[in-house]
């Protein structure tokens, strides 16, 4: 049986991918796929202790968590639809209508 | 009833005709000129018979005090100092009032005109009747005001509105010093009396403060090193409020300006009564001028001075006017001379000084009002226009040279005929060369001389100019009405033998004053405080020395003669803008220009302007300094707010990281 370490490792390390991508990255749709490797990570974590208890509510809890990031990354996407009309782009630095 | 119980109606009855002529004037015919005529004539009956009552009985003198506050009265006193100034400015003030009739009957506004002339005509008789420093403050400084309003009377001329501001100011600067004055005589009093002073003792009533010269003198001051006694201290303050009012030098400057005004209230105020409160003041106070030996120097020649200074400049003058009003300033230089030779001949100063005063004031006021008739039917005040005048107006003419042979004083030495002038003005000159004599300074004896040959030259040449020849120019005159030549000739009348007439009691009464009634001192103990002895009277002068003056008037009137009678001499390249003399008194040894343009707009007006706008700038520097801090750091953290998601996120993680540290850190310590 493989260690819970190795899944909370692989955990963090997608987890801060997940991080690093959405502090640099300037596209909409690239920080919405971090957005997404940063839950999946969490949803890895879940998962991983689910099974290391015998508890099959993380299991549960996980799903939950999949189909609402289901919902977020269709609203995300949603939005930058109606952004790249609006802006011909989706590239965030020139989306900052509220900075000084 | 004895009638110096009516003395205090002489101011009350003017300063009720002010009120009823302000508030009804305008619907009253000639502006309610009968108002301060009835008044002005009882106060007038009331002064004569409270005089000759002095006349009768020396010892009669009247003296009524009430208590005002603390230790300070209201009062009044009529002595024979006090009766004399009354009855001449009543006098003079009601000729003036109804020659006014006649004179401002072409005016807008005549009731203000006489509204005002009431209320001066209040003030001076309440200054010449105050029985305490502080009360004649008072009314010194009202009659300040009205001369202020009575010149500026045609305020709608720039000017005019000018001049009265300079008149006020200019007399002001005195004004200040004769308040400190008064307050370093009050704040050594209190000290004489250790800060208790009896009930019904005022300490500022003349009576008390003559008591305690002694003491005055015995306080000494040290100023810029030098040991000066309170009493010279005090008599050289009350001397620069006299300075400023009498328009002696330096302060003389406002009153050729304010011949701006009307001309009867140039020979109401600025010939007749006002200017001469000065001399009043230190006449009234003369007792302690008289402990203050080094204040009498100052008080001769500064009067000196100022009788040749002002004659140097009435010489060169072409506004009528204004030659009148350098006369004036001389004139009143001669009454000072006449003070300060007190010096030597003791209380008889202000015999010979108040003489003078009151001859003056008829002569002068005549003159100007003789001015005042030529400029009402010609309509112009400039001599270069004028000439001929004596054929269409002869009254006039013949009044106006009675009054320029009073001025110059012509009359024959050692007997009693002249005109009034010439016992007056000659008394001061005379005992001016006996201050020579006793005290050796000689200064103000010849420059009295000069200044009687200058007299003579300023005031024929006006005639001369005005009277005399062809008209120069198309005036179109006429005789003025009755209203204006009765007054006229009445004043004629008083300065051809007034002079000759009283000269004999007149010093004798006045001299009275502070010797038997009322202070009853001793002059020579006075003296003698100064550290000084009076000359006894020396009795009798050379007969140079009597001949003198007449000889300088006639000099000065052959001169004239020649130049603008005759016009054998050409004066053609000395008067002119190229001869640096002509020109320098022309320019009024350029006055004007240092204490107006100079002085006034240049290092005051612009200096608080300078200083205003540094303050401005320090405030406005102040307050920017303050919005440019709030500015600048609010556009410097405004700079956080960077609208990038990823700047935001950051924070956040940075943050919850840095909790998170930080919850560890917290937890370790506390377990």
Known sequence: ?100 | MAVGDLAFLIPVLPALAFVLTFFFGKKLPTGGAIIPIAAIATSFVISLLITLNLLANPEEVVSQSYSWFAMLNIGILVDPLAAVMLTMVTFVSLLIHIYSTGYMSHDKAPSRYFAETALFTASMLGLILSDNILQLFVCWELVGVCSYLLIGFWFEKPSAATAAKKAFLTTRIGDVMFLTGIIVLFSDLFKIFNGNVPDGVYILRFDEIFAHIPDLAAMNANILGMEVSHITLITLLFFGGAVGKSGQFPLHVWLPDAMEGPTTVSALIHAATMVTAGVYLVARTFPMFIAAPDSLMVVAYVGAFTALFAGTMGIVMNDLKRVLAYSTISQLGYMMLGLGVGAAVGSEAVGIALFHLINHAFFKALLFLCAGSVIHAVGTHDMRQLGGVAKVMPVTAVTMIVASLALTGIGIPGTSIGTSGFFSKDAIIESAYLMGETTGSWIPYILAIAAALLTSIYIFRLVFMTFYGKPRTDYGGHESPASMTIPLSILALLALVFGGLTSKIFNTFVSETFVNNFVNMNIHELATLGGYHLAEHAGEEPMLVLWLPLIMALAGLVITFLIYGLRIVNMDSLVSRNNPIYKLLYNRYYQNAIFTNFISVKVIYEGFAFAGRAVDRGFDWTVKWFSDLAIESGESLRQFQTGAVQNYATAVITGVSLLVILIKVVMEVLQ
Request: charged letters at 10%.
């Open chain 1, 1 to 100: 049986m493989i260690p819970i370490a190795l899944y909370l490792a692989v955990s963090a390390i997608i987890f801060s991918i997940g991080l690093y991508g959405l502090m640099t990255q300037r596209s909409g749709i690239r920080i919405l796929m971090c957005v997404e490797l940063m839950l999946n990570a969490a949803n890895l974590n879940l998962v991983a202790f689910s099974s290391y208890h015998h508890d099959l509510t993380g299991q549960v809890f996980a799903l939950f968590s999949i189909a609402l990031a289901a919902c977020e990354a269709a609203i995300g996407f949603a939005i930058l639809m109606a952004l790249y009309r609006l802006k011909d782009t989706i590239s965030l630095d020139h989306i900052n209508i509220l900075r000084w």
